[in-house]
């Protein structure tokens, strides 16, 4: 089946716009096929890094460790990576000092 289908398709038998809950048990079993059992259930920014959460293969878990890692290192403000640390203001952020001051 074409790539372009599917992913054109697959969104409409989600439940809720979501593609993490399937309303029919094939669609559920085309997912699974199509992914190899790998998803991403939530991604979000805590403690000023950046989080994914999932089930995934070593190799996509590794890829994500290390854009965890990168995020840490960037500035939020500006994207240098030079000089960036945790600031708190009542909620924490990555900031270069440039953009810290």
């Known amino acids: ?4 289908i599917i992913k054109t398709i697959y ?7 979501s593609v ?12 699974e096929r199509l992914t190899k059992g790998q998803m991403i259930t939530d991604i979000k920014e805590k403690y000023a890094t950046l989080r994914i959460y999932g089930y995934f293969d070593k ?4 890829i994500i460790e290390l854009a965890e890692i990168e995020c840490g290192n960037t ?5 240098a990576k030079d000089n960036v640390q945790i600031i708190d203001k ?3 952020y ?5 953009c810290a001051g």
């Open 59 to 62: 190799e996509i878990d590794s």
């Open 75 to 79: 500035c939020q403000q500006c994207g």
């Open 11 to 17: 969104p409409l038998l989600a439940s809720g716009n």
């Open 90 to 92: 009542g909620w924490l």
């Open 20 to 31: 993490v809950r399937v309303k029919y048990w094939w669609g559920h079993r085309l997912r």
């Open 94 to 98: 990555n900031l270069c000092e440039k």
């Open 1 to 4: 089946m074409d790539a372009f």
